[in-house]
DNA sequence: AGGCGGTTTAACTTTTTGGTTAAAAAAATT
DNA sequence: AATTTTTTTAACCAAAAAGTTAAACCGCCT
């Protein structure tokens, strides 16, 4: 074993059986939850033996605790430097919303993995998987309240700010088959709608704090 | 069995086995779907024996697919209405926001519940669960169109007007406790901060419309 | 070549879980 | 009161799923 220099969440060399193991356990984990996922099937994607995966990790519980673990972080520092960054906060939104739509429209079952697990398994979750950093908005949450005192924003609340920014990026992706329904959209329709999420919210938001 | 003026998807006299046992059903599989309940869990909460959820569901899938109907057939009409009314679009907007916060935050597993069901199982839905009469935003979209042509609203498409109205009223109950840890709020502190959001909401929407 | 550690497998065991059955208890009907 | 019907239970069954084991395999070292 060689992965000295990789986090432990992520094991192994890039092709190796404990590597395949674990992105096939990833992929359904996160597609179908802990319950929802079997060792058997994880082993046939991973290409191999259902032994195997008690060899590598432990139990399903185990497995699934280290998946969980990299989804999250490998999520949170990114958002961590969006929030913190020095960028002037117009910029700063625009990129975080970039950023977001971008990450949850090639992930989109990422966030809803999440809030299931924050919601259905809270002990676990503070437990095992969060880690000690976490991002804090703190950066943000100033630059917001000086652009008001500044007058170039309308007086928002900055927490309510970014939770809103935060729902209008996350939640049309995670709604997507609800949306396709009440719209009436086909499958290129409801993907073009989507990809227009970017402009639209970015409009939608600037015009909203705008004084 | 004298349900004659109910709808089938609520049986029985209002404290039956049969209806204890659906209303167990309904919150275990709200709240941990339908790999996640197990049939013996719903028994204890119903306070009865395994045997009579199969004597009077015949299996587990059917008693999903019962629970299921309900919780959409109870909440699409009450939509379609407050999307139909012929009330001005404000204050449609401003009853739909109430409305949405309301039920969500009476029901917060069930957005989730359907989100999931519907990214999960889109199959099944689509036969089992969902009613021939959708919403149909019709309507609500003219409505929109003929602000805008009388420039009292900015040009917003009305669709992801519509999609972001609901994102900003559901998301922030789903993702409760990722709120939690962000903005480092304890149990009063998050309520109070979701309490707010029907008047925030409003206020944010309002402002990124208006001309 | 022969042994050694890590790797992989097939076959097995145990636990969980959905579902069944036959009979007892309770309620309704006569 | 007797009987029929509905409700309820305990005990059981079969399938699925997690987890275990012992033996085979494979690359490497000397």
């Given at each position: 074993?060689?992965?000295?220099?990789?986090?432990?969440?992520?094991?192994?060399?890039?092709?190796?059986?404990?590597?395949?193991?674990?992105?096939?356990?990833?992929?359904?984990?996160?597609?179908?939850?802990?319950?929802?996922?079997?060792?058997?099937?994880?082993?046939?994607?991973?290409?191999?033996?259902?032994?195997?995966?008690?060899?590598?990790?432990?139990?399903?519980?185990?497995?699934?605790?280290?998946?969980?673990?990299?989804?999250?972080?490998?999520?949170?520092?990114?958002?961590?430097?969006?929030l913190?960054?020095?960028?002037?906060?117009?910029?700063?939104?625009?990129?975080?919303?970039?950023?977001?739509?971008?990450?949850?429209?090639?992930?989109?079952?990422?966030?809803?993995?999440?809030?299931?697990?924050?919601?259905?398994?809270?002990?676990?979750?503070?437990?095992?998987?969060?880690?000690?950093?976490?991002?804090?908005p703190?950066n943000f949450f100033?630059q917001v309240?000086?652009?008001?005192?500044?007058?170039?924003?309308?007086?928002?609340?900055?927490?309510?700010?970014l939770?809103?920014?935060?729902?209008?990026?996350?939640?049309?992706?995670?709604?997507?088959?609800?949306?396709?329904?009440?719209?009436?959209?086909?499958?290129?329709?409801?993907?073009?709608?989507?990809?227009?999420?970017?402009?639209?919210?970015?409009?939608?938001?600037?015009?909203?704090?705008?004084?």
């Open positions: 074993m060689d992965n000295i220099n990789q986090p432990e969440t992520t094991p192994g060399s890039p092709d190796s059986t404990e590597q395949r193991i674990f992105d096939a356990a990833h992929e359904l984990f996160v597609l179908k939850g802990l319950d929802g996922a079997k060792m058997q099937e994880i082993a046939d994607k991973a290409g191999i033996n259902k032994a195997l995966l008690h060899y590598y990790y432990r139990s399903k519980e185990k497995l699934y605790e280290m998946v969980a673990k990299a989804v999250i972080s490998r999520a949170l520092p990114i958002i961590q430097n969006l913190e960054s020095d960028d002037p906060l117009e910029e700063k939104i625009s990129r975080f919303i970039d950023f977001y739509i971008d990450m949850v429209s090639r992930n989109p079952f990422v966030p809803l993995f999440v809030i299931n697990e924050l919601n259905k398994h809270p002990d676990r979750f503070f437990e095992a998987i969060l880690p000690k950093e976490l991002p804090r703190h100033r309240e000086e652009e008001i005192a500044k007058g170039n924003l309308r007086p928002v609340k900055p927490q309510h700010l939770v809103n920014v935060v729902s209008l990026c996350v939640f049309p992706f995670v709604a997507k088959p609800m949306i396709r329904i009440v719209l009436g959209l086909d499958q290129q329709e409801i993907k073009a709608f989507l990809a227009q999420r970017k402009e639209e919210v970015k409009a939608f938001v600037f015009q909203a704090i705008k004084t």
